[in-house]
């Protein structure tokens, strides 16, 4: 696919021109999946900056602004530091740089599980405040009366089984779920009991690959993989990790770049210039006439 907007340098870095596109609907990529088959994978990608979201934006279906931005951007612990001002913030900026790609934001920690009513304000919030099509929260069958809850006051939503990163202390770590057969049950028993709640889509994190295909297979939902199977109906990387830009590299991440060493060679260009006076040249000088 082709750039679907021109970057208006010469005024703003931050204000595209985007050339006429109309955003894909949440309608539209749940239609995506018809009678239990996707003919083309969604492709759905993490981004939380303005110009991430211009950069990815016309090669995704849909943009999720993850909690993952915690460790990611913040340098935090775990995923259940993130705040919904955080969430909302990083939110805005990606409905501000994105023309195509649905955006999702996803409900940090703390703000939906207590009540139907707790997640309404919070993802109302998240909604209004940044333009996002829909809002993602984790976990299954628990989570069903709060899902039905936001879908039926139309709020669309996209759940998140499996590996349940705000889960981390209950699950005891971020390994693959599903190993038992007590855990696949359940976890296949989330997964249906989020299209029953009317979600448009789950994600599925982090279990063992026949889960994946199972619930790929009974659900009529498009299920999204990450660390789950190449059978299912679309997949999601946070796009730091795509690119390159950490040490580690978890087993179902793939890298489609070197960012890091990318960045790491050009501050040391940089520093080397600067130090040795060599920067600013004269082409980045004003002369005086
Ligand atoms: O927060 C996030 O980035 C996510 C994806 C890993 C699915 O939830």
Sequence with gaps: MS???????STSRAHPTPQPMRRLTVPEIQRRKAAGKTAQPLVMLTAYTARQAQLLDAHCDMLLVGDSL????????TTLQVT????????????????????IVDMPFGSYEQSPQQAYASAARVMAETGC?????????????????LVQRGIPVMGHVGLTPQAVNALGGYGARGRTQLEH???????????????????IEGVVEPIAVALTQSLEIPTIGIGASAQCDGQVLVTEDM?????RVPRFVKRYGTIAETISAAAELY?????????PGA????SAE
């Design 283 to 286: 082409e980045q000088v004003y």
């Design 185 to 203: 049950e359940k976890i296949v028993a989330d997964g249906q009991a989020v299209q029953n709640a009317g979600a448009f889509a789950v994600v």
């Design 133 to 149: 099509a829909a809002v993602k929260l984790e976990g299954g069958a628990a989570m069903a009366e709060t899902i039905a809850f």
């Design 271 to 279: 520093a080397k210039e600067v130090r040795e006076r060599s920067f």
């Design 243 to 247: 690119l390159g830009m950490f040490e």
């Design 84 to 103: 919904l001002d955080m969430m909302i913030a990083h939110g805005a900026a990606v409905v501000r740089g994105s023309y195509h790609s649905v955006v």
């Design 70 to 77: 915690g460790q990611v951007i913040y340098g935090l612990p």
């Design 3 to 9: 750039t679907t907007f021109q970057l208006d340098t």
